[in-house]
C-alpha cells in the first residue's frame, strides 16, 4: 500500500516537471522521421503512441519497452509519392537491471535538382543531383518501479543532410506508463529539451518538442484508444478501436481516426489496419487515406519478430 502511494506520488511530481519543461521549451522546428509513423500497427490505430508491442516502443514511449519479455526486433518501412521515403528498425534487449533498446529511422528524398545559369541561353539547366535526409539513432532503457508502474528514457541523436551541408544534434525523450488489468495510460515527451541542430556555418534548426498523453482502455474482444498530443502549440486528437477476432492476439483489426498539422493548420484522416502474429512473427498492415491528389491511398507495411 505505502509503496503505491509513493509510486504514484513520484508519477504526478514527473508529469508535473515533464509538463512544465515542455511548455517552456515549444519552439519552431524542423520535420522529424517518427511523424511518418513507427509501424503499420501504431498508424492503423489513429497514429496513437505508447501502446507498440516490443521494439517499436524505442520510437514512441521507451517506457513502454517493459511489454517485450526477452528481445526482438521491428522494422518499417514506406514511401510517399515515390519520392519520399521512411524506414526504421528497432531492437531490444532483456537485462537483470532493465530493459536496452536501439532504433534508427531514416526519412530521405532523392533526385532534388541543382541547376546553374547557362552564360550563352541565359537559361537555367540542371548541374547534378542530390538528396535530402534526416537520420535519428536512439538508445532507450526501460526500467518497472512495479508491475504497474514503469519508466523509460531514450537519447536521440539526429544527422541533418542536405545537399553537402550536415547538421547535427541530440535531445532526451522520457515516458511514464501506467498498466492495470483493464486499462493502460501512457505519458511522454518526444525531445523534451527542445535542443537544436547545428551545421557547419554555425547555423541551427530547431529540434521539434512533442507531448502525449494517451489511454487504452480494454474490454473482452475490444480495445479502445484515446490520444491527446501537444504540437506546435496546437492540441491534437487521435481515437481508434481494435478488434481481437481470435481472442489470443493472434488477428487484430484495428480502426482510428487522427488530426495532425499541415502548415500550422489542422487536419484529419482515417485509418484502417490488422496485425497477425504467427510462430514468433508480427506483421502488419495499414491504410490511410492521402491527401496527395496524384497516390490518393497509402499503404504501409511493418514486421517484427519476439527472440
Known sequence: MITNIVNSRLMICLLSVLYL?????????????????????????????????????????????????????SFFTTSVIDEVFYKNIGLVSFTPIGRVGFGYYESAVNGLISTTENENSGRFEEAYQFGYRVSNYKLAYQYSLSPQFHLGAAYSYYSNTFDDEVGTGSDMDFGLVYD??????????????????TYKDDSTSQIESELFASLKYHWDQYSVYYQLKRKENKYLNSYAVDYDLLDNE???????????????????????????????????TAFEKSDYFENNNKIYWSTGMEF
Not at 256 to 283: A, C, D, P
Request: glycine share 12%.
Open 180 to 197: 492495470s488489468e483493464d486499462f493502460i495510460i501512457s505519458f511522454f515527451s518526444r525531445n523534451l529539451m527542445s535542443s537544436s541542430i
Open 250 to 284: 493472434s488477428l487484430v483489426f484495428a480502426l482510428g481516426q487522427r488530426e495532425y498539422l499541415v502548415l500550422g493548420e489542422i487536419k484529419q484522416s482515417m485509418t484502417f489496419g490488422m496485425e497477425l502474429k504467427l510462430l514468433g512473427l508480427n506483421f502488419g
Open 21 to 73: 519543461t515542455q511548455s517552456a521549451l515549444m519552439a519552431n522546428s524542423i520535420f522529424l522521421p517518427t511523424d511518418a509513423g513507427s509501424s503499420a500497427q501504431m498508424i492503423s490505430k489513429g497514429y496513437i503512441e505508447g501502446f507498440s508491442n516490443g521494439p517499436a516502443s524505442v520510437f514512441e514511449n521507451p517506457a513502454g519497452l517493459y511489454r517485450s519479455e526477452s528481445g526482438g526486433f
